[in-house]
């Protein structure tokens, strides 16, 4: 059973007013589910609006952040837990065990770097948890097609598409990862900036 969702987002809100919208959504709709956030700790970009919008709809956030990254993220010190982490290794540990499953959503490097980890853990059969990309307005398209690419070349077998899905929309991640969303929820609307 899902308890808790690892979130994996950008520390900026992006180019398109759509990826603050997705973030804002799926902290409601984690919320709304009773799960707990894990997150990178940071009260900036995307990372905040997940934050904030869980906290809003009363859910529990847990948050960890290296020492190097505190003053630079501007760790967030308003969610139910703030972790700082010894370094980027000791965070994504920590991020990965604290999991039931992952949602990632558009980000830079970083949120690169943690995609493709949990993804090769789970390739390697380090862990079975689910993981799931947001595709907001076609962000992880290029992404798709490098794991194509991959395959086509022989340095993966096709069955590597199985290790992730791609949703279209935030509305789509809770029963992609076999979630019901209580009947109660209200629907929420993110107001535009």
Request: proline share 4%.
């Amino acid at each position: 059973m899902i308890k808790s969702l690892c979130v994996f987002c950008g520390s900026q809100h992006g180019s398109d007013r759509r990826f603050r919208a997705a973030a804002t959504r799926l902290g409601e709709l984690a919320a709304d589910a009773g799960l707990k956030v894990i997150y990178g700790g940071g009260q900036v970009g995307l990372m905040g609006a997940v934050a904030d919008a869980t906290m809003a709809g009363g859910g529990e956030v847990v948050g960890l952040i290296p020492a190097r990254l505190l003053e630079r993220e501007v760790g967030h010190r308003a969610i139910t837990e703030l972790i700082v982490a010894r370094d980027m290794f000791d965070r994504k540990d920590q991020m990965i065990a604290r999991a039931d499953a992952f949602v990632v959503l558009p980000g830079g490097l970083g949120t690169l770097d943690e995609l493709l980890e949990v993804v090769t853990l789970r390739q390697l059969g380090y862990h079975g948890k689910p993981i799931v990309l947001v595709n907001v307005a076609g962000y992880w398209d290029p992404l798709i097609a490098l794991v194509d690419q991959v395959i086509t070349h022989g340095f993966a077998a096709p069955n590597v598409r199985a290790l992730y899905r791609a949703v279209a929309s935030v509305d789509d991640v809770l029963q992609a990862l076999a979630i019901d969303t209580p009947p109660s929820a209200p629907l929420r609307v993110a107001q535009a900036e």
